[in-house]
């Protein structure tokens, strides 16, 4: 078995970490409503970063990234262990086999950060309303936080991927 590039995992992992900072110092500042009853979204731009740096290992390689990448994210800002660790496994399984892109273009890595994001929104809520630890309704869901949560992502996404290529 092929060793890891560990400058390139540690580079990328310090780069999602800086990612992940800088989401959490976004979303201290972004309207919160605790009540549920307007509009709040959340800032998910080392999400987009992580689906961009991805691509930059080999195919094994990748499921390692995600692993690690997401029992950080679970570990710092999550509150369910293994469901984020399951999501970045699974974007980097869809990277690998079912799209085949090595190098996105802004308007794919735009698309697929809204689908990244939607799902692992969605996803989630799901889980959370399974689980009985929401009351609020899809439409609520919807309205009020996923769309605006969209939104706001995919007006920050060509920041994103600017950044994305100047580090590559």
Request: aromatic letters at 20%; charged letters at 10%; one cysteine or more.
């Amino acid at each position: 078995m092929k060793k890891i590039n560990e400058n390139l995992f540690l580079r990328n992992f310090l780069i999602i970490i800086l990612f992940f900072v800088f989401d959490s110092f976004v979303n201290h500042f972004l309207p919160t409503d605790f009540m549920k009853t307007g509009i709040s979204f959340v800032c998910y731009s080392g999400l987009m970063m992580y689906t961009l740096l991805v691509g930059s290992f080999k195919k094994v390689e990748r499921f390692a990234y995600g692993a690690v990448c997401g029992a950080y994210y679970a570990v710092v800002y999550g509150d369910s262990f293994v469901i984020y660790i399951l999501i970045y496994c699974f974007i980097a399984f869809f990277l690998t086999y079912l799209l085949k892109i090595e190098q996105l273009n802004l308007p794919e890595s735009m698309m697929l950060g809204f689908l990244t994001i939607f799902l692992q929104e969605a996803l989630i809520y799901c889980l959370m309303w399974i689980s009985g630890t929401t009351q609020i309704q899809v439409d609520s869901f919807v309205i009020y936080f996923l769309l605006p949560t969209l939104l706001f992502n995919m007006i920050l996404s060509p920041v994103v991927y600017a950044i994305y290529n100047k580090l590559v």
